[in-house]
């Protein structure tokens, strides 16, 4: 069955650096999304992205946060200078199309940790 | 979207079926019902979603009152690798805001 994948699994980095996490959706999806879950919190969403384009945004996704889909097969999360407070569990999402019958389907995330 | 409540956690025993409740007294007419769980810190795994009818797929089935102010997702037989946080969501799009979820363990 196809699954989105995520690279690394865990990324260390010191406060104030940048870190691109990666994320492999499904090859025929088309709608790509990023979540975060700070450890024992819940699972709150970032960003969904279509057509290259963002298409919605939370007021957690600052200035620090960029996403891109440089090619055909994957799509990024990028934080510009990391903060303690990033510490969590990135999620990569996608789903085949947009609408109420169309389930997102989640990679295993990226653990990064800022020190 | 419309709000749900579930219970905080649940337990059942190995090989019974598990019962997980979900209240969505204010959900409206295009809101589907899905369900997802989370294993320890893995990605959220897409389960089951339906809007009026019950559905049943290979790992579990939903049940919607006919009201549809609430829902049950039922684990048949349930096993130890069933243990994990189930969130019930009710979204009318793809922006899917997960609560606390019914932590659920399974009891050898």
């Known amino acids: 069955e196809p699954e989105v994948t995520q690279t690394p699994s865990h990324q260390v980095t010191q406060m104030g650096q940048e870190v691109i996490l990666r994320c492999v959706p499904i090859?025929?999806?088309?709608?790509f999304y990023w979540y975060r879950q700070i450890l024992g919190q819940k699972v709150e969403f970032l960003v969904s992205?279509?057509?290259?384009?963002?298409?919605?945004k939370s007021e957690i996704f600052d200035d620090q946060f960029s996403v891109e889909r440089p090619d055909g097969s994957n799509f990024t999360l990028k934080i510009r200078s990391t903060k303690l407070e990033d510490s969590a569990m990135y999620f990569c999402?996608?789903?085949?199309?947009?609408?109420?019958?169309?389930?997102?389907?989640f990679g295993n995330g990226t653990r990064l940790t800022v020190t | 979207d419309a709000k749900t409540t579930q219970p905080t956690s649940m337990d059942c025993a190995e090989g019974r079926a598990a019962n997980l409740p979900c209240n969505h007294s204010?959900?409206?007419?295009?809101?589907?019902v899905y369900w997802y769980r989370q294993i320890h810190s893995q990605g959220p795994q897409y389960i089951i979603h339906?809007?009026?009818n019950n559905e049943t797929n290979e790992m579990a089935s939903l049940i919607i009152t006919e009201d549809r102010k609430s829902s049950t997702l039922i684990l048949p037989h349930a096993t130890l690798r069933d243990t994990a946080v189930y969130y019930c969501?009710?979204?009318?799009?793809?922006?899917?805001?997960f609560g606390t979820g019914t932590s659920l363990t399974v009891i050898p």
């Open positions: 090859s025929n999806h088309l709608y």
């Open positions: 999402a996608s789903s085949l199309s947009q609408g109420r019958a169309s389930p997102l389907h």
């Open positions: 339906g809007l009026k």
């Open positions: 204010t959900i409206s007419g295009n809101e589907y």
């Open positions: 969501i009710v979204t009318t799009g793809n922006q899917f805001y």
């Open positions: 992205f279509y057509n290259n384009e963002i298409s919605e």
